[in-house]
């Protein structure tokens, strides 16, 4: 009997299994105007249609400079909310649930598609002067970016709460919030990134404030029968940084406020991050936070095998796997593992003839 085949509850939401696609960046927004295309339909459709339990989009950015790129997708317009709303209808058609990640990428703004360098774009060249909380570039080779008001820092919590309400009209079912990989939410998390001396800064409850206010804001604008995720960072992998017990705290904070699972990732806020990648290699914070907190965990990270992906599941390292490479490889993939796991995964009826 599997485990990562049986259905999962959040809130008032089922979802049909346990595979879950991970949020993952295709920097085709073709006009640079954060508005979704035929490639989000297809790309989100066929991993839809592929069987996971759940897929979610890319980081969507909740303001135009929140984009990594120019060609990242966004929900700060009603353009974007239409073309998302055709996108949500067919990932639902297909019996997975539609989800968001919201995003503000902070000092890692601005920068080129990765196939073209990935390097910073300037603002003669379509880019803009990134935001972050304190001015310290990324990186040799990234602008210093401007040190966000206090101002501006309400502005974009209610940026989120926006982007939320926007969410839910577009027809998604799930809303994941971006507090990792050294965008704008990680980047106030870190002693190393924030030297704030405002309310959003310092202490451990100064840096956590806007992961937290965002995270109150943006459940106060969905259902109540909705469920939130967070993605956190769950080490920086750096002394005297961020770290797992910050990440036990800061799990709990996010549970009281409603937040109901953590999708445990790591890294990515700091060049000279020391990190060694094996498979399931983020696991270990999942289970952790999981154990300590109480709450719902998913793993992400170098999951590729379906015995690999039952054994995190059905040992109770996390409620649920995500994939992101092994999801651009196969989209098939979950109906795959059912099959070698044995368990039941209904097909689409138009490809009945090959199973
Ligand atoms: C092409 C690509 C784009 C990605 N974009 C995002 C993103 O938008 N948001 C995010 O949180 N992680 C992003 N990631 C990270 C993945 O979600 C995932 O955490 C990571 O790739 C590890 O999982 P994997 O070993 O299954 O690929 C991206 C990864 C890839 C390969």
Not at 99 to 104: E, G
Not at 280 to 299: D, K, L
Request: aromatic fraction near 8%.
């Amino acid at each position: 009997m599997s485990v990562l085949f049986t259905p999962i509850r959040l809130r008032g939401l089922e979802m049909r299994n346990r595979v879950w696609v991970a949020p993952m960046c295709q920097y085709s927004a073709d006009n640079a105007d954060g508005v979704p295309t035929d490639w989000h339909l297809v790309h989100l459709g066929s991993r839809a249609s592929g069987g996971a339990g759940l897929v979610m989009t890319e980081a969507t950015a909740v303001t135009d400079e929140g984009r990594i790129t120019p060609w990242d997708l966004g929900i700060y317009n009603e353009e974007q909310v239409t073309a998302f709303s055709r996108i949500t209808k067919f990932i639902e058609s297909q019996g997975a649930a539609p989800a968001i990640q919201l995003a503000h990428a902070g000092r890692k703004a601005s920068t080129n598609r990765p196939w073209l360098g990935g390097k910073p774009v300037a603002p003669v060249d379509g880019g803009w002067v990134p935001g972050a909380p304190s001015a310290i570039a990324y990186n040799e080779g990234y602008p210093q970016p401007h040190e966000y008001t206090t101002a501006e820092v309400h502005g974009i919590i209610d940026a989120f709460a926006a982007a939320a309400e926007r969410s839910v009209r577009a027809g998604f079912r799930v809303i994941e919030i971006h507090s990792a990989h050294g965008y704008l939410l990680h980047q106030f998390l870190s002693p190393h990134t924030n030297l704030r001396t405002d309310e959003f800064g310092g202490s451990f409850a100064g840096r956590t404030k806007l992961t937290l206010d965002i995270a109150k804001a943006v459940r106060a604008a969905m259902p109540t029968t909705m469920p939130l995720l967070v993605r956190i960072s769950a080490s920086e992998y750096v002394d005297e940084g961020w770290d797992l017990d910050h990440s036990v705290a800061l799990s709990t904070l996010l549970k009281d406020a409603g937040v109901d699972m953590i999708d445990c990732s790591s890294g990515g806020n700091l060049p000279h991050q020391k990190l060694t990648v094996y498979p399931g290699y983020q696991v270990g914070f999942a289970r952790a936070i999981r154990e300590a907190t109480g709450i719902s965990t998913g793993a992400v990270g170098l999951i590729s095998e379906p015995n690999q992906a039952e054994g995190i599941v059905a040992s109770g390292d996390a409620d649920v796997v995500l994939l992101a490479r092994e999801e651009l490889r196969d989209p098939y993939w979950p109906m795959r593992a059912a099959k070698a796991l044995g368990a039941e995964h209904e097909w689409p009826v138009q490809y009945a003839r090959a199973k």
